[in-house]
């Protein structure tokens, strides 16, 4: 009888997500974020910890937490600056970066220490750019390890814009979903890898039946030989 062909076992992978807004401060009481609620992100942590893989999740300023894990480490972070240092310091121990924040394109420069005063006069803020985490990312990562992004986009560009992204950040895969996923309890989503493949979730899914879907999707994809 021939020998059955040697099939290497598929470890799981060790999961690194972000998930929520940032909030840049203006002065010390007001900053600038946005509407990300944390939900998808909150959402592929549960789901990637309760199959028993090794997940942290970085949390945004959401009013929203995760199920409690034995699998899951979650730290906080409020603004860009903050999360770019946590995920400096995650990535080199995990497998699988899925990056659900909903990041600051623009950040005050610089933010005062002090509470800005109302007088009548206009005011303008000065804002800088802030790094790319994901594209910045991509330098310093293994070549076993794989980086996912999200794109939130209009509907009639989605594909070719998260395409571009997709390309323009050097990523494995990303998870192109239309603007009024944001803030939103359902998700409606195309993943795009970079070998070309699209694959459609086929119509809206509510984001825990998502997260599953966006993770075995992955998974399949990601871990297949060749
Ligand atoms: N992202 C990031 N760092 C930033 C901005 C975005 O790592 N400063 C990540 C997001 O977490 C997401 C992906 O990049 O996974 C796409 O984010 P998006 O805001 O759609 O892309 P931008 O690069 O900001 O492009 P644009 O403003 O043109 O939409």
Redesign the pocket.
Known sequence: MPEPPHVEPVSPPRVLI?AGPTHEPIDSVRYLANRSSGKMGIALAEASSARGWTTTLLLGPSALRPADSSHLTVHRFRT?ADLQQRLQQSWPQHDWLI???????YRPKPASEAKLRRTSTKMTLELEP??????ELAAGSRPDQRRI?????PADELVE?ARD?LA??SLDA?VANPLKTMDANEIEAILLFADGAEISSNGSLSKSAGAKWILDTIFARLTSPG
């Open positions: 972000t860009t990056m659900a924040a909903a990041v600051a394109d802030t790094p790319d985490l994901l594209a992004g999200f794109a939130l986009e814009r992204k323009r950040k990303i």
